[in-house]
Every structure is written in structure tokens, then in C-alpha cells.
């Protein structure tokens, strides 16, 4: 189970990320203050999708042995744990009838220490750190809905330009399904499953893990169909993967 084709175009879309980042940076002045040794994003919980799981198990497999693995890997079984019970306590918040923006306020406000956070304050697989953390810094629009790193210098109600996290999700969301269907996965859930970077880290990716029917001829993912945009536009058709793949930026909305 390889995964290149699907890992290069995660790749891409990867690219398409930092470029957007720059961009921003570019557009925005004194707004973005991360720097080398800020390790505010290292402390926030948030999930991976199915191909970015697999990506970053996979690059952390091949960059690390024997002791730094160990310790890295003690590391998540510790995040994991706390992760474990704050969903834990937001489940229970649910069912006793807390409403939904309360549980996802308390959640966001957990800290849990990244297990690929090292002494020096320094990501332990940074060249392949997950699209979460490389967007932390700059606006994002989320359902609507705008969101800033805390330590930023955007300016609350002023509209800037943003990262629309809903169309990067969906073309991470394609990947998996993509994926899944290379293997011909017997689980119908498989591209759906999302994960904290703990354990995606401490899980063994195995064919029989994943659900994988090696004695069947693979899936493959299903065209999509072309957008108004893909009908009007004047490029040539080789351009079309970069384009699949390019990320969308907008107004941030008012507000934050």
C-alpha cells in the first residue's frame, strides 16, 4: 500500500496551503505573528483526516528509530490519554443536555501538548506537519464563521483575507475517499474516520487495519463532474490537477 499518487497529490495540496499562507502574510502586514519557537498551535486539539493521518505515520515511521521514537511515541500514548478524557467529559456534557456551542467552547479551549512537540519548542516532523498547523496563524472561514490564532495581530470586526477551511475540507475528505477505494477497503466508513495526531502516530496502518481486499480489482474514485468554472475556463486541460487542488481564499467575515 503505497499510497504515491494519492500522498502527491496531498503533496499538492500541501503547496497550495503554504502558498496561500505566504500570500496572506503578504496582504496583511503586521496581522501574522508566528515565528520559530511559538508553540501555541502545538497545544490545540484537532483531528486528521484519513490521507493526512496515514501521511504523517507514514513520514514519522521513516524519520525516526530506536530512542527518539520511544520517547515520541510515550509522548502520544500521554496525549492520547487526555485527549481520551475530554471527549470523554464533552460526551457526558451532551447527553446531559449542555448545549452544543458550550461543549465545542470547552474543547477548544483544552490544551494538550502535541506529542511531536520537542524540549526545544521545535516540531519533531515539521517539513511534513499536518495543514492544521500550518495555517494556525492566519484568518480562517469556518462555516461562516471567522477564526484567528489568539496571539495574532488581526484586528477584531475588520475583514481579511481567509482561508475557507469548509473547501479545504472537502478536498482533503476526496483524498480519503480516493484512498479507500485504491485498497478496496471493505470498511464504508474508512474514508470518514478522523483522528488526533496521537493516534495517528501509535496506529499500525495494516491492510487488514485499513480493510484492504487485495484479491479484488482496486476502486477507483469516481469523476468528478465539471464545475461552471471548469466550463468556462480557457486553460489548457493539464492544468486541471493544480487547479483540483488549489486553495480557495475569501473575505474573512466580520466579527473577529
Not at 470518514?192 to 491492510?207: F, K, R
Amino acid at each position: 500500500m503505497e499510497f504515491t499518487e494519492i500522498f502527491e497529490k496531498y503533496e499538492a495540496l500541501v503547496a497550495e496551503v503554504d502558498k496561500a499562507f505566504d500570500k496572506i502574510a503578504e496582504q496583511t502586514e503586521d496581522g501574522i505573528k508566528c515565528g520559530k519557537g511559538c508553540s501555541d498551535c502545538c497545544h490545540a486539539l484537532f483531528d486528521l483526516t484519513l490521507v493526512e493521518a496515514l501521511y504523517l505515520n507514514r513520514k514519522f515511521n521513516e524519520m525516526y528509530k530506536g530512542l527518539g521514537r520511544s520517547e515520541i511515541m510515550h509522548e502520544a500514548d500521554v496525549a492520547d490519554r487526555l485527549i481520551h478524557k475530554v471527549k470523554r467529559r464533552a460526551f457526558k456534557a451532551s447527553q446531559s443536555g449542555v448545549p452544543a456551542s458550550e461543549i465545542l467552547k470547552e474543547v477548544s479551549l483544552a490544551r494538550v501538548k502535541c506529542p511531536l512537540l520537542l524540549k526545544d519548542n521545535l516540531c519533531a516532523v515539521y517539513d511534513f506537519r499536518p495543514l492544521t498547523c500550518r495555517i494556525y496563524g492566519v484568518p480562517m472561514n469556518i462555516g461562516g464563521k471567522a477564526h484567528s490564532c489568539q496571539k495574532s495581530g488581526f484586528a477584531p470586526g475588520k475583514s481579511y483575507p481567509a482561508i475557507n477551511m469548509d473547501t479545504l475540507q472537502s478536498k482533503l475528505m476526496e483524498l480519503s475517499e480516493e484512498m479507500a477505494a485504491s485498497i478496496n477497503s471493505s470498511l464504508k466508513e474508512l474514508p470518514d474516520v478522523i483522528v488526533p495526531v496521537s493516534m495517528a502516530l501509535v496506529t499500525d496502518y495494516t491492510p487488514e487495519y485499513l480493510g484492504a481486499n487485495t484479491g479484488k480489482k482496486p476502486e477507483t474514485a469516481p469523476a468528478a463532474e465539471p464545475s461552471e468554472a471548469c466550463n468556462t475556463c480557457t486553460e489548457d486541460k493539464s492544468a486541471c490537477a493544480s487547479c483540483n487542488y488549489s486553495v480557495e481564499l475569501g473575505a474573512m467575515p466580520e466579527g473577529k
